[in-house]
C-alpha cells in the first residue's frame, strides 16, 4: 500500500466520523425537541386563588358597607348575608359563615379532600346600634363542591 492511498483513506474515515457525530447531534435535537413539545402540551394547574381571594374581599366590602347587613352580623345573625353570597358566587362552589368576637377563633366544619379559601372581616358598631359593646368577626369559608 502506498503512503497516497493511507492518507486518503485516513480523510475517508474521518469524514465518516464527522458524518455520524452530526448525525448525533440532530437526533439528540430531534429528541429534546419532542420531549419539550410533550411537555409544553400536559395540562397546567391554573393557580385560582388570587381571584377567590379578591371575590371574596370584594363580598367583605360590600357586606361591611350595607346598613342591614352590618347590624345583623353585629347581633349574631347571618340569614341576609349568606343570602348575598349564595347569590354572588357560582353553583359548583359551596361556603359557611361564621360569627365570632373579635378574640376569639373562628373554626368551621369545612370539608378536609379540598382547598378552603377563607377572608374574614371585622364588623364595628354604628352610632346607633352597638351591642355589648364589642366588633364582631366574620370568617367566610369558601370552598368547590
Known amino acids: 500500500m502506498t503512503i497516497h492511498y493511507l492518507i486518503k483513506n485516513q480523510k ?58 352590618r347590624n345583623e352580623i353585629i347581633n349574631s345573625n347571618t340569614i341576609l348575608t349568606n343570602e348575598f353570597i349564595l347569590k354572588n358566587i357560582p353553583e359548583s362552589w359551596d361556603f359557611i359563615t361564621n360569627i365570632c368576637d373579635t378574640d376569639q ?21 354604628t352610632l346607633t346600634n352597638y351591642p355589648n359593646k364589642k366588633s364582631k368577626k366574620l370568617m367566610f369559608f369558601i370552598w368547590r363542591k
Open 105 to 125: 377563633l373562628c373554626n368551621q366544619n369545612t370539608p378536609n379532600d379540598r382547598d378552603v379559601y377563607v377572608s374574614e372581616t371585622i364588623m364595628s358598631a
Open 12 to 69: 475517508m474515515q474521518n469524514k465518516k466520523a464527522f458524518i455520524r457525530i452530526v448525525e448525533a447531534v440532530i437526533a439528540i435535537m430531534i429528541i429534546i425537541t419532542a420531549v419539550l413539545l410533550i411537555a409544553n402540551k400536559q395540562p397546567k394547574k391554573t393557580d385560582i386563588s388570587e381571584s377567590i381571594y379578591e371575590k371574596q374581599r370584594q363580598m367583605l366590602e360590600i357586606i361591611s358597607n350595607n346598613e342591614d347587613m
